[in-house]
């Protein structure tokens, strides 16, 4: 008869666990215009992981995130509308693009307090 109840306890438990997961995963992207994983047309710089509300990656990369979208995007039909980027190693960088009347605009800079590159994607109906 113990032998059951564990059974039927842990049953519930894993089953009550892969449910929270589920729901965790489906919930995951809430509030983003865009995820990139989702898109054949927007890559997605190696290392960079969705957290909350942005990409996160370790260290002071944005320089070279910022480099890699400005070559990728163009082999992916996206055209460039505006970029700016600080000319400090702890700077960040804006960039907007264009393609099949909508834009994406990029943003993305080093948090210097967690040493961290955060990257922010955003898409909308284009304005031109």
Known sequence: KSIVI??????????????????????????????????????????????????????????AVYEFYKEKLPENGWKLIHKHASLEASGGFIMSWEKDDKELWINGGCNTNEKETEIIFYINPSLY
């Open 6 to 63: 564990t059974c039927v306890i842990f049953a519930f438990l894993v089953s009550g666990f892969s449910i929270y997961c589920y729901m965790k995963e489906k919930n995951r992207y809430t509030g983003q215009t865009v995820v990139p994983e989702k898109r054949d047309d927007l890559p997605l710089y190696e290392g960079l992981e969705f957290q909350e509300h942005e990409y996160m990656l370790k260290g002071n990369h944005w320089y």
